[in-house]
């Protein structure tokens, strides 16, 4: 039988990912939870610490326990995730659409940003996300032919990634980001819902094989009030 005090949490667990407690927003006292659960004031203590461990409550001396983590979905920085692994992994409702994919000459931004020259054939691929039926992100892929010859609107609208490493067996290993935000362009306003909000959150990738060569160069283009992009550090101590 389930402990009750992890019934409590998973309870609490899922108001808070149905957004039925707020970010930012005060729980209960515990005197209220007490009795709202008809248990003991120690069992609600382990709940709540362990809401506390997992990263959804922040303790806080004098005024509760304040719910911190949002409906955002967690974007790691430092990870190489698809678009698909990662709603897969949160169990979010997605979609892609194809906008633009053609075989073309590189404009001289992108022949920069892949040290290439006009006479190296790039796909270009422009995707809008969707998250429960939201257009919130804007993918702006640009990969080199000489690595990937062929490529199809099915792929693009599945997982470009998913056939780099199972159809072409390319070793996708390392990327260098760099994270940036601006304001909209016309673009980004016709593709994306983007109503009310005033910037997008640009992650700029330049992604390598494991032999170290450079294949791909993305803009990746968000809704702020979407992600959070995290990263896990740890201090190393000399």
Not at 132 to 155: A, R
Request: glycine letters at 4%; hydrophobic letters at 35%.
């Amino acid at each position: 039988m389930t402990n009750k005090y992890l019934m409590i949490h998973n309870d609490i667990v899922g108001k808070i990912e149905a957004g039925e407690l707020a970010f930012n927003s005060l729980l209960p006292s515990e005197h209220e939870l007490k009795d709202h659960y008809n248990t003991s004031r120690e069992t609600i203590r382990k709940a709540l610490n362990l809401l506390s461990q997992n990263g959804y409550i922040q303790k806080i001396r004098g005024k509760g326990s304040v719910v911190i983590k949002s409906k955002k979905v967690d974007f790691p920085v430092s990870g190489l995730t698809s678009f698909k692994e990662l709603t897969t992994k949160m169990g979010k409702k997605h979609r892609t659409i194809v906008h633009e994919l053609a075989l073309v000459k590189p404009e001289k931004q992108v022949q920069s940003h892949l040290s290439i020259t006009s006479k190296d054939l790039v796909w270009q691929v422009f995707r809008v996300r969707q998250i429960d039926g939201e257009n919130v992100i804007l993918d702006k892929d640009y990969l080199m032919k000489k690595f990937v010859p062929e490529l199809t609107k099915e792929v693009c609208e599945n997982s470009i990634y998913e056939y780099l490493e199972n159809d072409l067996q390319l070793n996708i290993s390392f990327a260098k980001k760099e994270i940036i935000v601006e304001e909209p362009t016309d673009e980004d306003r016709e593709l994306l819902d983007l109503e009310g909000f005033h910037n997008v959150v640009i992650i700029k990738n330049y992604v390598y094989l494991e032999d170290a060569s450079l294949f791909q160069y993305t803009e990746s283009r968000h809704r702020p009030d979407k992600f959070r992009f995290v990263d896990f550090a740890r201090r190393n101590h000399l």
